[in-house]
């Protein structure tokens, strides 16, 4: 089965820094990969997500995620952030052929004004 | 409007308590699962139903039962709560890869 691991447990900045949130996956097929937000006591938004083709994906919000194959790899950034940025993140997978969708433990991205 | 909902939003029960944490959704989706979030280890997955009557375990199911009688409803059941069972449930649906749903979430305490 597919699974999901976020380096960075905690991540402080101050606005306009600029971030990148760690994503690895590991899973031998074909995966789609996700990123989902969770602003404080509210539920889980999409991001953006990866299917196929190019392989970097922009989201809303400024946000954009690079796929790298050959890394296993799905890492979240923008390049300046606001402090209405101050969520949880959290990077999902799902192999190509069904909707078992695997998170990962979740990155909480605090922003300093 | 296109939802998942979940019933209730926030439960304190004791343990050994019978109780049932219900979720629906109108989009007539095939897929449905729960998942249960926790400081440090993320959503990991309870049960998963692919389609009425066909229902299979994640990666945390002890504790817990699903049932699937309707396309509709999923609802997750513990027959006998205890206090690592503390944590906040999340019912999710889609009908393919490209969007899955969310309910609400349900805070539960178990005492």
């Known amino acids: 089965a597919q699974s999901v691991s976020q380096h960075n447990h905690h991540v402080i900045l101050s606005e306009a820094a600029s971030l990148e949130l760690g994503c690895n996956y590991s899973y031998g097929g074909t995966v789609n990969l996700f990123w989902y937000v969770q602003y404080p006591g509210q539920h889980l938004q999409l991001l953006l997500k990866?299917?196929?083709?190019?392989?970097l994906v922009k989201g809303i919000k400024g946000f954009e995620a690079e796929f790298i194959k050959s890394k296993f790899s799905f890492n979240l950034r923008k390049p300046s952030v606001q402090w209405s940025d101050t969520a949880e993140y959290f990077c999902?997978?799902?192999?190509?052929?069904?909707?078992?969708?695997?998170f990962g433990a979740g990155t909480r991205l605090t922003v300093k004004p | 409007e296109a939802q998942v909902t979940q019933n209730p939003r926030y439960l304190i029960t004791v343990t050994g308590k019978k109780l049932t944490v219900t979720c629906s959704q109108n989009m007539n989706h095939e897929y449905m699962s729960w998942y249960r979030q926790d400081p440090g280890l993320g959503l990991r997955q309870i049960y998963y139903?692919?389609?009425?009557?066909?229902?299979d375990k994640g990666d945390v199911p002890e504790g817990y039962k699903v049932s699937r009688k309707e396309k509709r409803n999923f609802p997750l059941i513990l027959e006998s709560p205890s206090p690592n069972q503390t944590s906040l449930y999340f019912c999710?649906?889609?009908?393919?890869?490209?969007?899955?749903?969310f309910g609400p979430g349900t805070r539960l305490t178990v005492t």
């Open positions: 999902a997978v799902n192999a190509y052929n069904n909707n078992d969708m695997r």
């Open positions: 999710a649906s889609s009908r393919d890869r490209a969007r899955v749903y």
């Open positions: 990866y299917f196929s083709g190019d392989p």
């Open positions: 139903s692919m389609n009425v009557e066909a229902t």
